[in-house]
């Protein structure tokens, strides 16, 4: 049974798995097979899938024997590989042992180095490397690794024990400890694991193995891979794969090395190799950013004279630059690469597809597409639409702004952002609730502050590559980031950052403002004035395609002549959802609403109305006029008439002046219509039924404006949407007054004008009788927000309370509010779509709820076979986009 | 095509359509068509179809050319029947327009007779009757009648001609007036007529014809038709019959009469024949109360010597009687009959099912079933749910109460009610609208009085008989209602009630209490008390029937001990819902749920809970005793926690005294919980997600106390609801929770206690995704009322604005609230209940929303194969009934 199969082997040219079954031996794993199946030099080592990990969490934390059987097994193979028997005191194979989950989670689990290592095994490794401190320094960072990881003794502990012995020998750097000094640190070392867990530190390699895998697979469930998935939305039911793989050293001398690489630039996306390596250190060292480590290339040199791999060691360059070609083609992507160098030979320890900066993703697409390396629809799925778009459409500083930079470091993530300082990860998250813009100051991050990073606007480090923690995690997020900025120094205690200037120190304290340029590493003090990015032809290009392939149309909810515009420059093919209340707000035109709202009678009201139609005509000529030939959807009154009214007994007193009415009368018709549950009250439809004469106001508003704009030679296109209706015979009503109008209003001239009556779809009923409804609509639009809050049973602005909880819990896999809930709300539109075109097969169907900018959403709508989407303006590039994607991956 | 047949010949022994031709033919036509099939002397004529009615609104109220064409065949057949001819001057034939319904809607609609009478035809007339004052009043009665109904000249008008001549000829009595009195009064109509419509009479026949037709459809949406059908929930879209047929006369002479009877009779439903009837009059003179009628049998006279038709015409009343059996035999139901008897020729012209009381109702299902006339599932459909049982279950005067009365009238209607006096109908709609309970007094009521008769909780009328519009519409409501109470007299614009008694008359006026005994017709002053009615062994021989048919499981809505005892007497099988949040408000209670609520932290809440336990276990305690052996769904705590707290700062400063603290924490927590739209908020199992602990709590308390009843030798069953259920995980977290506190209590003892956890199914979502909830879920139970709320998106509490217009203007058949909405809540519920049981074949479901009680919704959940419903204690019965008739229907 392929199921009950718990280890893939890899090694030698051969392997059990491939780069396709990333489900079952994660990113990693499957990467590691595939890399050996290429014949790339990957050191021998297997698999442990992701479904034992499940069964691990099943059996209550154990590893069943059939595991441990087949384990065996595979580490056999790659002892006969190597030559060398792990835990064998003359000739031991070590081995790492690595979690790998499906989707890359950097650094947020855990990992074990030189497993295998014990009193007698690091005497054969000091022989045979005839290296006694290498052999010590690996038992000591083993001890300290599988210490922390494994058994739990705070990290803290091992720190302060090594920098004793530092400041014993009154040395600055780890490596001017000598084998003696390390071998005494690792007895310290084990001591301290003694006194901490009450055991000794095991010498058994096997029981190592087991219990660092059972540690690899029991991080999947730590806090900061919890935190990690719940922000990218990655299920906490995939589990992860554990890799354990024969030990490769970059650091047993001068002709080792360590690096990671990016087949192109991750910031820009140019074809150039990119990467950073460190001679004589483990992989580790390179993240940490602890050592700043040399450029790969020769280009890609700064001018702190640092020599590049390129030029240090020219043929293991060479080697590389084969092994980034065969990947790149192999793949079809960019690839993020981890390599070793042990004693001058190279091995390849990861591929995968690399993260990268919108602008990088955009160029690499397009790049790749002229290099035929893929064509149209692979170079779209090279883009994502939320992180790499979106990132895309950020502001960046205005070109005319006068600044001059207080620093400058890495350019780690584009765009360019203004924000208070703070120092912690724990004060970015609480000025996030408060709703204050923060930057995030610090000298490196590490995982812990993941929270703090998705809270804050902008982080800034001191310390730190392109490839460190913060940049990594700051361009996933697509947050603004400049890192190893080696002017300032960060004193969290104190609260201060201090930027060495031209001028002497500059001491800034928490709450001063900062400006964080992170497309181009600058820093500035102060708010510095931002601008919308230009798009580039890549982007052209790129929507292009997307057009050409999507299915899906995308329009925008717009309730201006402005936001209409600026939809229409994004790609707009016409407005989903024109709110008519948001006119009524208007300073000259509330206290008309007003007066329609607390009107006597009908006559009373009908005087108000009159007064407010020619402000909803001239609303709906500026539309007509920026959306000119393109179809412009108007929900007519939506919100509930308490909306309007005073709030207050004083409010009231002073529209009781204004109106010259009792100021009584004014408050108790206010406060009659309060209502216990306004979500599920006198709204939509039902004020249309109740007081037909606001809907005939707006529907002569639109019909007149129409007949205007096309009087002067425009085509408007008016689509007229009755909102929360729930009963056929309710919009059959609505309908039939909207048609009395139109006869009244333009009479003869209604032939020249071609307009639609549908509905919003967002009370459960009506989707359940679409059939019905759509006998006499034209179009649906899904409300999806009331459609989500009527399915679940909650309310948008009380389910604060417990809806994060339920995120986190796991209860719901995401918020249905951002996403759609597929199964439920989902649901919902898929009958209410299928019922709707079987009755009327003409009938156009559209949604128009926040999740019309959602990609995840999109490609469901798009799978539900709807005619549009409709999305806020700044999100039409990312429904384009999405819609694309979506229509690609299904063919 | 059958469809285009749109008129229907009966007559001389044939017709072409049949009793079972209702929904086409209306109630009086098939009851036509069939009584002439049976050989019963019925006068020739013929029906117009429902669907020409719905065809004339159709087509703008007109009649089209095939109908008049077809009419005016079937007239020409019954012209040789009778051997007259329609508008003929020498030997004219008369007809009467009448209306007929599928669904009886007594006096709802227009009637015409007398039709085709003019200066020629009347002459004729007088000449074949050798009649002259005959001739006149016919022709008399007849522009009347058509002047009102069908010209609109008001009726007053001709009663003040008609009333101007009796004070000239100094007379009281219209049949004191003479041949040329009514010559002259039929002038002085016909120049009335002219002012008011400004054209002459009609003069020609057919003109007439076509125009009452007209009318009689036309009257279909009349305002109180409209209103009658909406209370009596028939369907507008409907329409009626029209039914023209050959006059037969009851006011020709003393050798005529008219007159209406019961086959049994309608107040108790004893095997006796019962009716009115009226020499020399026609059938109109009976129904409006206006002359006191005389009995039909010996048996059936009073004390006032009134001779009965058995004694006054023997053959006549034997012919009847031999037509009583047939039709009874036939129908096997009691019928309603109208008939005439014209110069000693009786005349059949109605047969319908009679309207009876509740304990008519049961008499005759079960005297039916005695004679073998009807097997037990007949018999069961004999006896309406909702009208009959419902008033079986009303109250009746304390037997031990030493009441004297007033006065007394007929019994007209059971039960017993008391209330403020009101004299006209508005009147008693907006004290009903107040809350408050009115008597309506009147002299007699009219078809203008029904939604004040509705709103009354007796009616009181000083003329009329048990046939009489208040009496019948009364029992129909199932209202009190003593008629005909001639020692009354009412002054309606004084707004007084004169009683005559033997100490003088006894004036009293509006707003005065009337205590009502319908039963036995008496009247008394002031409150009298009642009690619940003993239920008779007729009443369990119908209901053991009904156990016996019915596949539906009954359960009871019951939160305390008491409420579970009566419930169980009706005959429930368990409780289907028992809220524990109604346990929480006890004085002692409250102040601990709400140390609860405003808890700081966790340990205080428990401390709280744990002094609320107690308190709740021995209310559970209590329920497993009175419902011993059955099932007990017990639902944990559902509402939101601001239901509980203080909602001014007045009540919150008071509770910070009790509480020990700061009356701002107490009023800050308190004002923290409110909530935009509770309906949607932090509730259900929201609140069991968020603070386990009260969920423990109730757990813990439901187990102790099932383990201490079964202890003692009880044999406890409970079901443990979670409330609100969206998620399946939710479901499944929720359940582990409860799992794990029965572990706790009962450790070992948990063998011994049966015990299932299910949830309601009340948002929409859990309807959609029931398979997964139904994975773990052992019950659904249908929460129908918040169901409606979601699916609708009507608030309950806020929809009172604009539902009732809904309902209304027809755009909603019914209040959903009140019946299920079969097309849209209904489809869930049937999902849910389909989807459940796919992935679960064993789970149990039931409905426990206010729909449990409603006859048609019960009938629904027998559809869609539910195992129970579950409804308010007195309602029991009536679910017992409408399950067994839901089943029988459905063999």
């Not at 002067?712 to 039939?736: D, K, N, Q, T």
Request: some cysteine; aromatic content about 8%; overall charge negative.
């Amino acid at each position: 049974m392929e199921s009950s199969r718990a280890v893939y082997f890899f090694g030698d040219g051969v392997a059990d798995g491939d780069g396709s079954m990333k489900e079952l031996l994660g990113g990693k794993g499957a990467g590691l097979a595939e890399m050996t199946k290429l014949g790339l030099p990957v050191p021998p080592g297997f698999t442990i899938t992701t479904a034992e990990c499940i069964r691990f969490y099943d059996e209550g934390r154990t590893l069943r024997p059939q595991l441990k059987e087949q384990a065996l097994e595979a580490l056999s193979r790659v002892e006969s590989v190597l030559g060398r028997k792990f835990g064998d005191p003359d000739n031991p194979l070590l081995v790492s042992v690595r979690s790998g989950a499906r989707a890359s989670m950097p650094g947020m689990m855990d990992t074990v180095l030189n497993l295998g290592l014990n009193d007698d095994t690091v005497r054969a490794l000091i022989t045979q490397t005839d290296n006694p401190r290498f052999g010590w320094d690996s038992y000591r960072r083993f001890i300290q690794m599988f210490g922390d990881v494994v058994l739990e003794v705070p990290h803290a502990d091992f720190e302060a024990i090594l920098d004793g012995k530092k400041r014993e020998r009154g040395v600055r750097l780890d490596t001017e400890l000598t084998a003696d000094d390390l071998e005494q640190v690792t007895r310290s070392y084990r001591e301290r694991v003694r006194q901490v867990t009450g055991r000794d530190f095991p010498v058994d390699a096997q029981e190592q193995l087991w219990t660092a895998i059972s540690a690899v697979f029991g991080s999947w469930y730590n806090d900061r891979a919890f935190s990690y998935r719940r922000l990218n939305r990655i299920p906490h039911d995939w589990g992860t794969a554990a890799n354990v793989q024969a030990m490769v050293f970059g650091n047993m001398g001068e002709d080792c090395a360590t690096g990671v690489a990016f087949t192109r630039d991750p910031s820009t996306g140019e074809n150039h190799f990119y990467g950073e390596y460190l001679t004589n250190a483990q992989g580790e060292d390179v993240v940490a950013g602890i050592r700043t480590p040399h450029p790969l290339t020769r280009q890609q040199k700064g001018d702190d004279g640092q020599r590049s791999l390129e030029e240090e060691m020219p043929e293991i360059y060479s080697e590389l630059v084969g092994y980034r070609e065969k990947l790149e083609r192999h793949y079809k992507d960019m690839q993020d690469l981890e390599f070793t160098m042990e004693r001058g030979k190279l091995w390849m320890l990861q591929t995968r597809a690399g993260k990268r900066t919108g602008a990088a993703a955009l160029r690499i697409a397009t790049d790749m597409w002229r290099e035929k390396l893929v064509d149209e629809a692979a170079a779209l799925l090279l883009v994502d639409p939320d992180r790499h778009l979106d990132q895309l459409l950020h502001p960046m500083i205005d070109p005319k702004a006068d600044a001059t930079p207080l620093a400058q470091g890495l350019n780690a993530s584009p765009g360019a952002a203004t924000g208070e300082i703070v120092f912690s990860a724990a004060a970015a998250v609480a000025a996030g609730e408060e709703g204050r813009h923060v930057v995030l100051v610090r000298t490196e991050t590490s995982p812990e502050d993941i929270e703090g990073m998705s809270a804050a606007r902008a982080i800034l480090t001191s310390r730190g590559g392109r490839t460190s923690h913060a940049a990594v995690v700051a361009r996933g997020m697509g947050k603004v980031c400049v890192a190893g900025c080696g002017a300032l120094q960060v004193d969290s205690s104190a609260r201060t950052a201090t930027f060495t200037t031209t001028n002497g120190p500059r001491v800034l304290h928490e709450g001063d403002r900062l400006t964080i340029d992170g497309t181009n590493g600058f820093v500035f003090e102060g708010v510095v004035p931002t601008v919308e990015p230009e798009l580039s032809e890549d982007y052209e290009l790129l929507m292009g395609w997307a057009d050409t392939h999507r299915r899906l149309g995308v329009r925008t909810n717009a309730d201006t002549p402005h936001d209409s515009e600026t939809a229409r420059r994004f790609g707009a093919e016409g407005i989903g959802l024109c709110r008519t209340e948001h006119m009524f707000f208007g300073e000259e035109r509330l206290p008309w609403v007003r007066k329609m709202i607390l009107a006597r009678d009908e006559s009373e009201r009908r005087e108000a109305l009159a007064r407010l139609k020619p402000m909803q005509r001239s609303d709906f000529e500026g539309i007509f006029d920026a959306m000119d030939g393109l179809p412009v959807t108007i929900r007519l009154l939506d919100p509930p008439l308490h909306e309007f009214v005073p709030h207050s007994r004083e409010e009231a007193e002073a529209l009781a002046r204004e109106l010259d009415m009792q100021s009584d009368d004014v408050w108790n018709r206010s406060e009659s219509l309060r209502e216990m549950n306004p979500m599920l009250g006198h709204r939509g439809a039902r004020l249309g039924i109740t007081f037909p004469e606001i809907y005939e106001m707006q529907a002569e508003a639109i019909f007149e404006a129409a007949d205007a704009c096309r009087k002067r030679g425009g085509h408007p296109v008016p689509e007229i949407m009755l909102p929360l209706i729930g009963i056929s015979e309710e919009f059959r009503r609505l309908r039939a007054l909207v048609l009395r109008v139109a006869e009244e209003t333009l009479g003869a001239e209604q032939e020249g004008l071609s307009f639609l009556i549908g509905t919003m779809i967002e009370v459960p009923r009506a989707a359940i009788v679409a059939d019905r409804i759509a006998e006499d609509a034209e179009f649906f639009s899904f409300g999806t927000n009331d459609l989500t809050q009527l399915v679940f049973g909650y309310s948008r602005d009380d389910s604060g309370v417990f809806l994060p909880h339920y995120v986190e819990q796991g209860i719901t896999p995401r918020d249905p509010f951002q996403s759609i809930d597929r199964e439920g709300v989902g649901a919902m539109v898929r009958m209410g779509t299928e019922r709707g075109r079987a009755a009327n097969p003409k009938l156009k169907v559209g949604i128009c709820g926040e999740h019309g900018g959602d990609p995840a959403s999109v490609g469901f709508f798009h799978a539900c076979a709807l005619d549009y989407v409709s999305c806020s303006p700044y999100r039409v590039p990312i429904a384009r986009l999405a819609a694309a994607q979506a229509a690609v991956r299904a063919t």
